[in-house]
């Protein structure tokens, strides 16, 4: 049987070629299940992505009715529930400081009339 060493900085393995075909037969079976992959999700987490994205669509129906342009759909159901002002829809980002928020309303209110 061969041995794994440590040579000059590398791990080397002197196999057999019956050792090497019986490693890669193993390796082919190795299995690893989505939820143990960062960018993946198992069934119940792609269940709650695909009703997320569902309420995130009808909020940006919603909104689009209202006369008002998301940035995008995703995040449409949350924007909905706690942006106050058509800037935080049509930036897509709620200003949580009341003061930054009636500055930069105030901003861009200068900005049409001067514009």
Do not use: C
Not at 23 to 43: C, I
């Amino acid at each position: 049987m061969s041995e794994l060493r440590y040579v000059d900085g590398r791990f080397v393995w002197d196999a057999t070629p019956e050792e090497r075909a019986a490693f890669a037969e193993k390796a082919r079976s190795l299995m690893v299940a989505p939820s143990a992959m960062v960018t993946r999700s198992g069934a119940a987490g792609e269940k709650k992505a695909w009703n997320k994205l569902e309420k995130d669509r009808d909020a940006y129906k919603r909104l689009r009715d209202d006369g008002l342009q998301p940035t995008g759909i995703r995040d449409s159901a949350d924007l909905e529930k706690t942006a106050e002002t058509r800037m935080e829809v049509e930036a897509g980002h709620v200003v949580k400081n009341k003061k930054s928020r009636k500055a930069t309303e105030k901003l861009l209110a200068e900005a049409k009339v001067d514009g």
